[in-house]
């Protein structure tokens, strides 16, 4: 045991700003900076955990974006000082959210905290995030959330330990004395618990064959999932070596967007235009989201992607195989391309707002297998948490067992269950007041019922609003109500339009417009969704004033 360490007391100042979104906090890197801002969160969440917390194992680990040393310390000197017991920390601090639920599941720990802000760009004058995962290893739920915000505005001090350093760079166990109670800190391999656990889910014999025989394409993003494309599929399911790219973390991600989606991961779809590749896909920062792209660059929308896994799960998983399939979920703007397929298989639906911590209650009611969100998350009752890498086996079991092209499987599920033409604009970092203003106008609008039984044309197509409201949702496990989720126009034949403020960014607003339309006709299920939503898009515009009141004449990004 080393040198015998004491706590302290630090006096601090309060910050009016730290109030959870759907998955902790994201700031920039120098609002994280600031003197005592990231020790007061940090102690807020210890805090929150209550009795369990005295004694308690936590898991450390994060994408290994800028600021991530500096907040593992911290991490270490007050979970020390506020008598946790154990710390099991990932090498170098690199671990996929994924990979931490797994962790927190499989040892039985408390929680840990998820050092990551997702998908958001990292660098020295970026985005950081800190979030804190439950023991059933999924973000925290709003009643935790809730009360960390309350102590973040009470807090007065904080514990901390001085001269506390861990050596992250190799793994191994160290203890410590700390006001004479023992503290340990682990040090552990990041991807071997995690790879156990997909080979009880899948069969690698089969995914070995897959990729042995076809050409894939697996970029990393410069994220956390590098060592996990070359120790899973490079090395345990043998994928060529090349077709691992931007597999190197990097605190900036090597300058890009660590976002899967068609704009920041082009590179991925100029690759797979060539049409070499059978399948290929992108990880974002945390390796939590991803984007399937077939081959001659065939996009598969988060929407049709959820469903289509939903529908071959049990052919083609053996972990579905064994177990069934309890129920589907999506979130509230996600399409409804998995409804039509739980409605023809009868099983269980539920629609949730946005934040995958409104699945991990169903799951662990025992009433959810697998689900989706729009924005590139899929997942199932493995973990707690949404899982790129789960997906993207998922996808090369259906093709291996299928013995088809990306875009065949898509084809044929669209011909059994029709097609949910879905896309989404992103206005990134406007202007607060115009945001709100667009909100206040449309909840304004649906109060006064003026827009219900109105229509509108645009391209030739007349649609006819037949309901507006504000989702609202009553958790079926807990009985807890969440309100204000996002304001749905919907029209007389089922299509929707969407418009919701995002929780997770660090700078700004960030509007969300969702639009759907559902169509069953063959012929009309080839066309370029673009040309099909183009109309319902000029609607949607009209109806928010969006341009107008945010000063934007296009999105940022669009799915």
């Given amino acids: 045991m080393s040198t015998k360490l004491i706590s302290k ?6 910050y009016d700003d730290q109030k959870l979104g759907t998955s902790g906090i994201r700031k920039r ?13 940090i102690q807020s969440a210890l805090a929150a955990v209550g009795d369990n917390l005295a004694g308690s194992s936590l898991l450390v680990g994060g994408d290994g974006r800028f600021y991530m040393p500096e907040a593992i310390a911290l991490i270490v000197g007050i979970a020390a000082a506020n008598g946790v017991s154990r710390l099991v920390i990932a090498q170098n601090g690199i671990m996929s959210t994924p990979a931490a639920s797994c962790v927190i599941r499989k040892r039985g720990l408390v929680g840990g905290f998820v050092l990551t802000a997702s998908h958001n760009p990292g660098g020295r004058n970026a985005d950081f995030g800190i979030k804190f995962n439950c023991a059933n290893g999924g973000p925290a739920p709003e009643s935790f959330t809730s009360e960390v915000y309350r102590r973040t505005k009470e807090i007065r001090e904080y514990r901390i330990v001085d001269g506390l350093t861990v050596d992250t760079s190799r793994i191994h166990k160290e203890t410590f004395s700390v006001d004479g109670k023992q503290f340990v800190v682990e040090v552990i ?4 618990e995690y790879l156990e656990l997909l080979q009880k889910i899948f069969d690698f014999g089969v995914l070995r064959r897959f990729f042995s025989s076809n050409s894939v394409v697996l970029d990393a993003m410069h994220g956390v999932m590098g060592p996990y494309v070359e120790r899973i599929v490079v090395g345990a399911l043998g994928a060529a070596p090349s077709s691992a790219v931007n597999c190197v973390p990097s605190p900036d991600f090597g300058g890009r967007h660590p976002d899967p989606n068609l704009t920041y991961a082009r590179d991925l779809v100029v690759t797979m235009e060539t049409g070499t590749h059978s399948v290929g896909v992108a990880f974002d920062g945390d390796g939590d989201r991803n984007m399937i792209i077939g081959r001659s660059g065939v996009f598969v929308n988060p929407c049709d992607s959820v469903a289509v896994i939903a529908d071959n799960a049990i052919d083609c998983v053996p972990y579905f195989a064994a177990g069934g399939v309890k129920g589907v979920a999506r979130s509230m703007p996600t399409s409804c391309a998995v409804d039509r397929v739980a409605k023809g298989r009868g099983w269980g639906l539920y629609e949730v707002p946005t934040g995958w911590k409104y699945f991990g209650n169903l ?19 493995h973990i707690r948490e949404k899982d790129g890498l789960w997906a993207f086996l998922a996808w090369a079991s259906i ?5 088809l092209e990306v875009a065949d499987i898509l084809s044929r599920h669209w011909s059994v269950y029709g097609r949910n033409f879905f896309t989404r604009y992103d206005y990134e970092e406007v202007a607060t007041e115009g945001a709100n203003k667009m909100v206040e106008n449309l909840r304004k609008a ?3 019922n003026s827009l219900v039984n109105k229509e509108f044309s645009s391209g030739g ?22 309100s204000k989720q996002g304001i749905r126009v919907i029209m007389d034949d089922g299509s929707r339009i969407i418009y919701r403020l995002s929780g997770t960014g660090s700078a700004g607003a960030t509007i969300r417009m969702y639009v759907e339309s559902y169509e069953a006709k063959a012929e009309r299920q080839v066309m370029e969704a673009s040309k099909v939503l183009g109309p319902l898009v000029d609607i949607a515009l009209r109806i928010s004033d969006l341009e107008k009141l945010t000063g934007r004449q296009k999105p940022t990004v669009i799915t």
């Fill in 189 to 192: 391999d990041a991807v071997e």
């Fill in 363 to 381: 799951m662990d009611a025992g009433k959810l297998s697998i689900c989706g969100e729009e924005s590139f998350g899929t997942g199932s009752d």
């Fill in 399 to 403: 093709l291996a067992t299928k013995k």
């Fill in 29 to 41: 890197v120098t609002v994280f900076q600031q003197p005592h801002y990231t020790e007061n969160f």
């Fill in 9 to 14: 007391n630090v006096s601090t100042i309060q």
């Fill in 461 to 482: 197509v007349t649609y006819k609003v037949a309901k507006v409201d504000d989702f609202s949702y009553t958790d079926t496990v807990d009985g807890s109500v969440v």
């Fill in 446 to 448: 649906m109060a006064d």
